[in-house]
């Protein structure tokens, strides 16, 4: 035997017992064990640890952005009647299935749903491993949640105040806003480019109906997609505004549509969708309500 296998061998059997002694003399001095007496002890665990789910019923807006970016496919939206939100739709999770990866809890936008260290979730039956919505909802687990999300103060738009003025365009130091014209309705509206933004409110300040506010919203880790109006194919239906969980489109009159009745009479003019990016939560809700495949979104599901 060469003497490079006589080292390795003596060290295959001299390592183990170098660390088994020195574990033994560490126990000696300091008397406490590494193991716990499960299930009478139990370790401590970090507050990042990702066991079982909780919802914050009052932050949760119902856009199932969790439920889009599950990859096993084990959460749902289900309708739920609350006494004070009213008919809502709120996730549940089926944590047989999981795999605890924490995107739901990620890519929420109201980061109203949280993983908890809560591990013992163990069961004979599986059909009590479903979890509905009313089983995760925990409204007060978010003020003892050290949040690790960042917050950034933005200016938020409510169109249906905005008059196309243009001072907040002219008063950003940034010149992050750009006044857009809306297709065939005769308007403007400020897109925002967020990335530029240094919240320092004058946009807000300027503006002379408060439509537009400084809203605390969180940072996102994912890039969501954005949706794309086909304008030729809406027919002003308002499903997609009726659909969107965070107020971001708008119905539009378009001058000039009307259609003329019988009597003579012109009948009110057609509407369109108009969309405020920086509300969007990229769900896809309102592609998913549009029967008319006049919203484009590439990567959601019909």
């Given amino acids: 035997m060469t003497e490079r296998r006589k080292r390795r ?19 000696l001095i300091t008397g406490k064990p590494n193991t716990v007496l499960y299930p009478y002890q139990k370790l401590d665990l970090p507050q990042v640890y990702r066991g079982k789910h909780v919802l914050d019923f009052n932050k949760c807006i119902g856009c199932g952005n969790c439920v889009t970016i599950c990859p096993n496919d084990c959460m749902w939206l289900e309708k ?60 007060s687990f978010g003020a003892t949640f ?6 950034r103060l933005l200016p938020v738009l409510d169109l249906s105040k905005c008059t196309g003025c243009e001072k907040c365009a002219g008063e950003c130091p940034e010149m992050c806003i750009a006044m857009m014209p809306i297709d065939r309705t005769g308007r403007k509206k400020p897109e ?21 506010t400084m809203v605390e919203v969180y940072e996102s880790y994912f890039d969501m997609p954005e949706p794309r109006l086909v304008l030729e194919k809406c027919t002003g239906c308002g499903a997609c505004a009726r659909k969107c969980p965070s107020e971001a489109i708008y119905m539009l009159e378009m001058p000039g549509t009307e259609k003329t ?29 549009c029967k008319f495949d006049a919203i484009e979104m590439p990567g959601v599901k019909k």
């Fill in 192 to 212: 925002i480019n967020l990335a530029k933004c240094t919240s320092h409110g004058k946009c807000a300040e300027a503006c002379p109906e408060d439509a537009l």
């Fill in 146 to 151: 050290m949040e690790e999300r960042q917050k």
């Fill in 80 to 139: 739920v009647e609350d006494p004070e939100l009213g008919k809502v739709e709120r996730p549940g999770v089926d944590i047989g299935r999981c795999l605890f990866c924490g995107f739901c809890a990620e890519v929420c936008p109201t980061v109203a749903l949280h993983m908890t260290t809560d591990y013992e979730l163990a069961d004979n039956d599986r059909q009590r491993l479903r979890l509905g919505s009313a089983d995760i909802r925990d409204d």
């Fill in 9 to 27: 061998a003596a060290g295959v059997v001299l390592q183990p017992m170098k660390r088994t002694g020195r574990q033994l003399v560490r126990t």
């Fill in 261 to 289: 009745l019988k009597s003579g009479k012109k009948g009110k003019p057609k509407k369109r969708a108009v969309f405020v990016f920086e509300k969007c939560v990229g769900c896809g809700r309102c592609y998913q309500a």
